[in-house]
């Protein structure tokens, strides 16, 4: 027998044990503990995200005047930007949809869309920084700099976070691993990535909007 089929011979037993009731079971079991470690970490970040943003509210109604006078916020580009990682939260939850379908190629084609999108949002928040410097608006320009620059900075952190995992996605895909044993994982990055959206539009309709 050729290592070829040998290799065949073991995958199709693997996936014989697989299927078998007590493997399923763990499985689910596994994926319900993951879930749930998952909802109680996005918790722990939406009450970080939260009290940094009661403090940035807090500022604001202290001030005479916001933005401070001579200086003004982008609007457009955070704007572009919203449109991307919604986008891409989009083609995320689809690429979940495809891969539970069995379907393998359109599922790893919309990870790497994800992951695009992801780092194109990454990208323009660079240059949302750097046009916010040139336009007078530093880390040590007030109130206004200092939080703007720390609340856009750690969620950039949390974007390249979710990229790595995605990243390491693509890769297995690339050495032509089967992505189905990876959905939990990939539905865990769905999660953190959704919420990492949710709290991108809220902190651009709470700073660069209102």
Same mark, same amino acid.
């Given at each position: 027998?050729?290592?070829?089929?040998? /290799?065949?011979?073991?995958?199709?037993?693997? *996936?014989?044990?697989?299927?078998?009731?007590?493997?399923?079971?763990?499985?689910?079991?596994?994926?319900?503990?993951?879930?749930?470690?998952?909802? #109680?970490?996005?918790?722990?970040?939406?009450?970080?995200?939260? &009290?940094?943003?009661? #403090?940035?509210?807090?500022?604001?109604?202290?001030?005479?005047?916001?933005?401070?006078?001579?200086?003004? !916020?982008?609007? !457009?580009?955070?704007?572009?930007?919203?449109?991307?990682?919604?986008? &891409?939260? !989009?083609? @995320?939850?689809?690429?979940?949809?495809? +891969?539970?379908?069995?379907?393998?190629?359109?599922?790893?084609?919309?990870?790497?869309?994800?992951? $695009? +999108?992801? *780092?194109?949002?990454?990208? @323009?928040?660079?240059?949302?920084?750097?046009? %916010?410097?040139?336009?007078?608006?530093?880390? &040590? =320009?007030?109130? +206004?700099?200092? $939080? #703007?620059?720390?609340? =856009?900075?750690? /969620?950039?952190? /949390? #974007?390249?976070?979710?990229?790595?995992?995605?990243?390491?996605?693509? !890769?297995? &895909?690339?050495?032509?691993?089967?992505?189905?044993?990876?959905? =939990?994982? @990939?539905?865990?990055?769905? %999660?953190?990535?959704?919420?990492?959206?949710?709290?991108? $539009? $809220? %902190?651009?309709?709470?700073?660069?909007?209102?």
């Amino acid at each position: 027998m050729s290592e070829q089929e040998t /290799h065949k011979k073991k995958r199709k037993m693997a *996936s014989v044990v697989e299927l078998r009731p007590e493997t399923i079971a763990r499985h689910r079991e596994r994926e319900l503990t993951s879930t749930i470690g998952m909802l #109680v970490a996005l918790g722990s970040w939406a009450m970080m995200f939260a &009290s940094l943003f009661f #403090v940035y509210l807090g500022l604001r109604s202290q001030a005479i005047a916001w933005p401070p006078p001579g200086l003004t !916020l982008p609007r !457009l580009l955070p704007a572009l930007n919203t449109v991307v990682i919604v986008a &891409s939260s !989009l083609t @995320l939850a689809r690429s979940l949809g495809e +891969l539970r379908r069995g379907r393998r190629k359109p599922a790893v084609w919309l990870i790497a869309a994800t992951f $695009v +999108l992801g *780092s194109l949002f990454v990208a @323009l928040q660079i240059v949302l920084w750097r046009g %916010m410097w040139l336009g007078g608006i530093t880390p &040590s =320009t007030g109130t +206004l700099g200092t $939080v #703007v620059y720390a609340l =856009t900075a750690l /969620h950039a952190v /949390h #974007v390249v976070a979710g990229l790595a995992v995605l990243a390491f996605l693509l !890769l297995l &895909s690339v050495r032509g691993e089967e992505l189905g044993r990876r959905a =939990t994982t @990939l539905k865990l990055c769905g %999660m953190f990535w959704h919420f990492v959206d949710a709290v991108w $539009v $809220v %902190m651009f309709v709470g700073m660069f909007i209102l």
